[in-house]
């Protein structure tokens, strides 16, 4: 084996993850199931993936900037619209769309079927926003623009403003 092969190799003390169908962590927000893959416990906090599960006609967060993570969002079945700043995009089954952090960004599924999409979150810092969220909609709380732009607050992102919001 050479040296630089050797230091490349995969570390053979590393506990592998395997997560089901029907297994991870599953948190609720509104109309829509998040099902935590990994939560970056297992990456050194470096990456985090969820499938999301949007209901039909889910309205998404605001829209919104992520001053210290990228977000990766790949639409496994369905079709989700993607608001940017102003520009609009409908992403089908099979698109990826990547958002580098001081993009403002929002996303919808305007559509009457549900739409199914995997996120990667880089490093992991999102995925405690879900879980707050969830807490904070307790009880049958509907999701707010406020309940999300607070927990929003606490992992370093904040609303984007100034932008035309028209989702239909």
């Known amino acids: 084996m050479t040296e630089e ?3 490349s190799a995969p570390q053979t003390d590393a506990a592998v993850s395997v997560v089901g169908p029907g297994d991870g962590e599953t948190i609720v ?5 998040i099902r935590v893959l990994e939560d970056g416990s ?4 470096r990456l985090a993936i969820t499938e999301s599960v949007l209901a039909p006609h889910t309205q998404g967060p605001p829209q919104h900037r992520h001053a210290q993570h990228d977000e990766g969002f790949y639409i496994l079945s369905g ?3 993607f608001t940017v700043g102003d520009q609009a995009y409908d992403a089908a089954a099979g698109t990826f769309v990547m958002v580098p952090p001081g993009t403002p960004h929002t996303f919808a599924n305007l559509t009457e079927q549900p739409a199914v999409m995997l996120s990667t979150f880089t490093p992991d810092l999102y995925v405690q926003y879900f879980r ?4 904070a909609l307790a009880g049958g709380r509907p999701p707010t623009p406020e309940a999300n732009i607070d927990a929003m607050s606490r ?3 904040e609303p984007a403003t100034g932008f035309d919001l028209d989702l239909d």
């Not at 297992?42 to 906090?45: E, K």
């Open 155 to 157: 992992y370093a992102t």
């Open 132 to 135: 707050d969220l969830q807490e």
């Open 42 to 45: 297992r990456t050194g906090h």
């Open 79 to 81: 079709s989700v619209r």
């Open 5 to 7: 092969f050797a230091a």
């Open 29 to 33: 927000v509104g109309t829509t199931r």
